[in-house]
């Protein structure tokens, strides 16, 4: 039987085991921000192996005052630079940012619960 994470606040619960089924639609799909804290990049860069300026420069974007995530066209798809196609993963899992920790409760999906669980196989109602 499965382990369901549940938030409170929130409306549905999640089953972290539809994550291997899923091909990581939370990764990929429509252009959209990741954003990332200065504590993150620095843990990022490190995990990678590169100075942190070095890092911002290949793998950031400046929005507005906040830094994202740079995306891959992949045909019709944004991916996230991390999103590894063929294995199916993050390649920076143990350093991700909180944003990607945080999926699927965000406040954006509170009520729009119909649209998340078309992405996210692995939402259930509570």
């Known amino acids: 039987m499965p382990t369901l994470i549940r938030q409170e606040g929130y409306s549905y619960a999640f089953n972290a085991d539809a994550c291997a089924t ?3 639609r ?10 990332v804290r200065r504590e993150e990049i620095v843990a990022i860069a490190e995990l990678l192996g590169m100075e942190v300026e070095a890092f911002m420069a290949q793998y950031l974007e400046k929005r507005g005052y906040k830094y ?9 798809s944004h991916d996230c ?4 196609r063929e294995a199916g993963g993050c390649d920076i899992y143990a350093a991700r940012p909180l944003q990607c920790r945080t999926f699927p409760f965000w406040d954006y999906f509170r009520s729009r619960v119909g649209e998340l669980k078309q992405e996210c196989p692995g939402i259930v109602d509570a």
């Open 22 to 24: 899923c091909g990581g």
């Open 81 to 84: 630079i991390f999103f590894n």
């Open 26 to 35: 939370c990764c990929t799909g429509e252009s959209g921000n990741i954003f």
């Open 68 to 76: 994202s995530i740079k995306e891959r066209v992949v045909g019709l």
